[in-house]
């Protein structure tokens, strides 16, 4: 595939990706996030009292737009996205290898650890300012692909997908490394070039039932390496933060 072929590709999974971290970060159904700013326990009220005690519970995983959140340094948000939803994406990376080494032939693995790490890179490089989907498409273009395709084109939607695609329906952390595998699969030529298990981990991978723990772990020091390619690349572009 060319590169702007490539970049055609990362850039609608990016457009896929952004909406649905917007929705982790900002949504508030129950008004949870407000109330870790509020230290008062309302015990004369039942309601009051048990949302706040619920909102502590959020509070203690620091999630965005609580107060844990709040005082988090931008380092330590990145790390946050890395950790948390890193950590739950990457169950459903390694859950073929359950069944053995044949699912290692089939593009399934493959596709859902580039997807993973395509959404933690992008949540990644929000939280140090590089917003433009141009340049989110740059940085997967880099670390996922080895490619440098210059300063892409988008197809005009700014960071927002169509409502067929998203907006009108609700979309799991899981259900969107799914959906954003869908739209990668035609990089499958692309999808050795990432950072990849060890290749001890990777044959350990073959073996029956034990296939999965050791899938899991492999794939999280992949995205570990991805996420510190990550990081070098918005270090030398500080350009992609100012025009952000």
Aim: proline share 6%.
């Amino acid at each position: 595939m060319s590169d702007a072929q490539v970049a055609a590709v990362l850039d609608r999974a990016v457009a896929g990706i952004n909406p649905v971290l917007d929705t982790l970060a900002e949504r508030d159904p129950l008004g949870l996030k407000k109330h870790t700013f509020d230290d008062d326990p309302h015990e004369d009220s039942r309601l009051q009292h048990a949302l706040h005690l619920l909102a502590e519970g959020l509070n203690l995983t620091d999630w965005p737009g609580t107060k844990g959140w709040s005082s988090r340094s931008m380092n330590s948000r990145a790390d946050w996205w890395i950790s948390r939803i890193g950590t739950v994406n990457t169950v459903a990376v390694a859950y073929p290898g359950l069944f053995g080494g044949w699912t290692r032939r089939l593009p399934l693995a493959s596709v859902l650890g580039f997807a993973n790490q395509a959404m933690v890179l992008v949540a990644v490089a929000r939280e140090y300012g590089v917003t433009a989907r141009a340049h989110q498409v740059q940085l997967l273009a880099s670390v996922l692909c080895g490619r440098d395709v210059g300063h892409p084109r988008t197809d005009g939607t700014a960071d927002k997908v169509l409502p067929t695609e998203g907006t009108s329906r609700k979309r799991t952390l899981v259900g969107t490394v799914w959906e954003t595998a869908m739209t990668l699969r035609s990089l499958s030529n692309e999808f050795e070039r990432r950072p990849q298990p060890v290749l001890p981990l990777r044959a350990l991978a073959y073996i029956p039932i034990v296939g999965a723990p050791v899938m899991y772990v492999g794939e999280w020091f992949a995205l570990s390496r991805a996420a510190r390619l990550g990081r070098a690349w918005i270090a030398d572009h500080p350009e992609a933060v100012r025009a952000s």
